[in-house]
């Protein structure tokens, strides 16, 4: 629950507006959580005081959803981004580059996610967001008593909610069904919703303009190295079952030898 003596104002009608897998708690509450690619128990921080919290698996879209939430909400002045980095995407180091460098011809200045392009949100949405809240690195945390601790911490030291109003900023979700949201583990829709704009910033940041070609095969690319990190991942597995297998069978000869040298030592003593 938020302080008494510490102001307040509310948040946006219907806040939260947009669809997604997160809970709500109370809307005075300074703290928002996203646990980026890992789905944690959302119930529980809500109760440990979270205004809202939930998971955000892509690096456009997903995080053009979470900003337009709590710049919907001036109470919302931290915002814990903790739990797994989502592989290929690295949604979670693309939150705390926003909120720390902003945007550049469309794209999050130093982002290393596939595709971390943002087109739902303006300037003045992005310099809302960085000026109202506090992101706090919790990244490969999925302890919820510490992510509850660290809620706490934050309420104590509630600043009051931001001195505006509530920003409205429309994202638009042409193309996504109602699964598709911030929970869309491969991102494909946001890359098709990337790909449908006649052009947007090349990825070098200079200001140049990339192509639907262009998006397209960075995408491509991404989804192969996906593939690449999963076969090694299955490779690896497969090597560590034949050694382990060798293993017993070499420790069973060892045992099998030094069993008849004791039984041989024995007959001969007795």
């Known amino acids: 629950m938020a302080d008494a003596g510490v102001n307040k104002t509310a948040a946006a009608a219907g806040w939260p507006m947009l669809k997604g897998e997160y809970k709500t708690g109370d809307p005075n509450s300074c703290v928002a959580v996203v646990t980026c690619g890992s789905h944690l128990d959302d119930s529980e921080l809500i109760r ?60 999050i200045v130093g982002a290393k996610g596939a595709i971390p392009y943002i087109e739902n949100l ?95 095969a960075l995408t491509m690319i991404t989804r192969l190295k996906s593939l690449d990190q999963k076969i090694a991942g299955i490779g690896d597995y497969h090597k560590f079952q034949a050694g382990f297998q060798a293993g017993k069978m070499e420790g069973f000869v060892i045992g099998f030898a030094l069993s008849v040298i004791v039984l041989t030592i024995l007959y001969i003593v007795l």
């Open 122 to 216: 303006s300037e003045d949405a992005v310099k809302r967001f960085m000026e109202q809240i506090e992101c706090i690195d919790m990244m490969n945390v999925e302890d919820i008593r510490l992510i509850s601790q660290k809620i706490k911490e934050c309420t104590k030291n509630d600043p009051g909610a931001f001195s505006a109003e509530p920003f409205l900023q429309e994202v638009k979700e042409k193309g996504h069904s109602d699964g598709d949201d911030l929970s869309e583990d491969d991102g494909c829709n946001e890359y098709a919703d990337l790909s449908e704009s006649k052009s947007v910033t090349g990825s070098n940041g200079s200001g140049g303009s990339a192509s639907v070609a262009e998006i397209s």
């Open 48 to 107: 440990a005081g979270a205004a809202i919290s939930g998971s955000c698996k892509t690096e456009n879209l997903g995080i053009e959803k979470l900003v337009s939430h709590i710049i919907a909400n001036p109470n919302i002045r931290y915002l814990i981004v903790t739990g797994a980095e989502v592989k290929g995407h690295i949604t979670g180091e693309a939150i705390l580059m926003l909120r720390q460098n902003g945007i550049s011809k469309n794209r």
